[in-house]
């Protein structure tokens, strides 16, 4: 069941939890009006239209990043941009779904 495990989300589900133990924070990439109408407490809102200018400030934080948003589109982008300016990311996805993975 393990290998089964890594090919279903079980590895993801471990890189997210090796995240987190190191520090990781969450930035939520949907609109600020999606982001009020819920979001994972202590994640950080940076919309993916303005995400490329961040990318400083992200870097000052010198911590691994996990990216989310409504289902996990615009987070795989989000984290296309981090991983190329070389920040350590991975993609959450649906913030809902993380928010479940972190409980």
Avoid: H
Avoid at 83 to 90: D, T
């Amino acid at each position: 069941m393990g290998l089964l495990d890594k090919f279903f989300g079980g590895g993801k589900n471990e890189k997210i939890q090796d995240f987190v133990e190191r520090g990781a924070i969450i930035v939520d990439v949907r609109t600020p009006g999606e982001y009020n109408g819920g979001a994972i407490p202590g994640s950080k809102n940076i919309p993916l239209q303005s995400l490329s200018g961040k990318v400083a400030t992200i870097k000052k934080w010198d911590k691994p990043v996990i990216t989310c948003c409504a289902s996990g589109m615009r987070s795989a982008s989000a984290a296309t941009v981090l991983k190329s300016n070389g920040i350590e990311v991975i993609n959450g996805g649906g913030y809902m779904s993380l928010y479940n993975k972190l409980q």
